[in-house]
């Protein structure tokens, strides 16, 4: 049975950081796509950060960019979300998902197979 666990989240202050991680068992996805997905207080979750199979690039949505940085172990079938500089915008429940296509449009939804139960991000101003 696949699982991806996520972890880390918490209530920080604006300006400051937290390290989400998100660990998968009963399957390596060394070689497939990862990312995490947001979902703010009465909005939809939305794509926040991707890293693409083998975790040699990523990239991310517009509101993150260059204050988060995705990362992965594939030793550890680990992956994280790096967040720096959070403000209180950056709230919402954090979910890591995990690809087996290999292509697609991975930005949507709909394209992963498997999601983690979420860790809430609090930022307080």
């Known amino acids: 049975q696949v699982q991806l666990v996520e972890s880390g989240g918490g209530l920080v202050q604006a300006g400051g950081s937290l390290r989400l991680s998100c660990a998968a068992s009963?399957?390596?996805?060394?070689?497939?796509?990862m990312a995490w997905f947001r979902r703010a207080p009465g909005k939809e979750r939305e794509f926040a950060a991707i890293?693409?199979?083998?975790?040699?690039?990523?990239y991310y949505s517009d509101s993150v960019e260059g204050r988060f940085t995705i990362s992965r172990d594939n030793a550890k079938n680990t992956v994280y979300l790096h967040m720096n500089s959070l403000k209180p915008e950056d709230t919402a429940v954090y979910y890591c998902?995990?690809?087996?296509?290999?292509?697609?449009?991975?930005?949507?939804?709909?394209?992963?197979?498997?999601w983690g139960q979420g860790t809430q991000v609090t930022v307080s101003s």
């Open positions: 009963g399957r390596t996805f060394s070689s497939h796509v």
């Open positions: 890293s693409w199979s083998g975790g040699s690039s990523s």
């Open positions: 998902a995990a690809s087996t296509a290999d292509e697609g449009n991975f930005y949507l939804q709909k394209t992963y197979d498997y």
